[in-house]
Structure formats: structure tokens, C-alpha cells
């Protein structure tokens, strides 16, 4: 471990696995998303793993002083407006970036959710950057990156790899 952040992670008897290798860009999905405190590991855990990351979050958590906070953690307001929406935002991120990895919680909130929000495979997809599988499992303390997915043509595909990946993957709740 390099970082403070890699520190602390190890002091309170988490492990990071897996790393991004050479990829410059990404949609990256974190889960399970469980707990707020999934925030904080993730946070960490990211820094550990030196990428550069920003990840989405609702618009309307971005209110003052708020707001601030959020910016600079990486956080990015994303609102569901036609054509404007938040796989209109990434892609522009994506594409107007030398170097990016969008982190994206596919439940969409902080509980289970039986079925995801599709929006993440889409960013991927407009933007033509792979889908980077990570995670954080609290009965093993690891997070880290499973795998990475570069072809992403076929909806259903992905989808029965990305399950089968995370099948044994608990998170906190």
C-alpha cells in the first residue's frame, strides 16, 4: 500500500485487490451499495488504487454549503433531463478527458435492489470506454477490482458476466 488512504484501509484489517492496470478510462460500477459508510471504503480504497476518479451523485445533494463538499470529494451532479441526462454527462466527461474513471453505484441507492439501473452499461457505450467491475465485500474487508469488461456489445452478455461476478459478493446490509 502507497497512500495514507492504503493505511488506513490496512489498519482496520482491509485488503485491496485487483488494480486498473494501464486503462486510462472507464465507467467503473462499485457493489454492493449497502451502507453510507460504503462511501468512505470506496473513497479510500480508489485513492489506494491511484486512478482518477469522480464518482455521480443525486443533484439533489448539491445544495450550499453541501454542495462544496461534494465537489470536492469528486462528486458529480447528475440530473435525469432528456438529452441531457447523466449518460449525456459522462460521455462528455469521458470523451473531453485525457484520463477518467467514472465510479457509478448501478443500485441507485443504498439498499438491494433487485434490478440495476441500466444507465451505467450505456455510458460505457456511448462513450466507448470498458466497464471496469469493482466491488467491496465486508465478510472478506476486500474492495478492489474484479475485472474489467472491454467488450461490452451485447447487453445480455455483460449483464450475466457482471452477475456472475459479484454472486458471492456481500455488502454491509
Known sequence: MRTISGKVLEAMG?????DFGNLKKSVTIFAPHTAHIDFAFGKLGF???G???K??????????????????LGSIPVRGVKNKNAIYQVADLLNNAEELHIVVSPEGWIKRAPKWNKGFYHMA?????PIVVSYLDYDKKEMGVKEVI???SDFDVVMKRINH?????????
Open 14 to 18: 482491509w485488503k485491496i485487490t485487483g
Open 47 to 49: 485513492t489506494e488504487l
Open 51 to 53: 486512478v482518477n476518479f
Open 55 to 72: 464518482f455521480l451523485s443525486k443533484k439533489e445533494l448539491f445544495f450550499f454549503p453541501m454542495n462544496l463538499v461534494m465537489r470536492k
Open 125 to 129: 457505450k456511448k462513450a466507448g470506454v
Open 150 to 152: 472491454y467488450d461490452i
Open 165 to 173: 461476478i459479484y454472486k458471492d459478493v456481500k455488502g454491509k446490509n
